[in-house]
């Protein structure tokens, strides 16, 4: 999944989701924390391959994932392209209008805008290009 896209949420915490990137998340995808301050959406397919890869697990580290899964929200696009974000979401991640969804190769992230522009601003540089280059022996 690629591209940036910038949408507010509604007054009911509703997001509209890009054409491009509800084709690749499906109709129903689960949204959960992430390791930064934004929310992390993954297809149904990439949910389960997760959650086998957990229940593989054993139980100790089972419990490191515990996060993940109490707090996702399986999300079903409405007739106008967008999902409902739980408050407990919005809040982690603090958004509140102004959201920018992103595309991160097997996933999509939803970042406050000027967070994502602060983190943005520090990523996109050639030298940063260039190791993610080298790293994809590109």
């Known amino acids: 999944m690629t591209g940036m896209y910038d949408h507010s949420l509604d007054a009911k915490g509703r997001l509209f989701i890009p054409a491009k990137l509800r084709e690749e998340l499906g109709d129903i995808f689960f949204v959960t924390l992430s390791s930064e301050p934004c929310l992390s959406a993954y ?6 391959r997760m959650k086998d890869k957990v229940s593989a697990m054993n139980r100790i ?4 994932a515990r996060p993940i899964f109490a707090h996702a929200a399986k999300c079903e696009l409405d007739a106008q392209g ?6 407990n979401l919005r809040d982690f991640a603090k958004l509140v209008k102004d959201v920018t969804v992103i595309g991160i190769g097997n996933s999509v992230e939803f970042w406050d805008k000027d967070t994502w522009a602060a983190v943005d601003s520090v990523e996109t540089t050639p030298e940063n290009i260039e190791k993610v280059f080298m790293e994809l022996d590109f």
């Open 43 to 48: 297809s149904s397919e990439t949910w389960e």
């Open 61 to 64: 580290d089972q419990k490191k």
């Open 82 to 87: 967008r999902i409902l974000l739980p408050q």
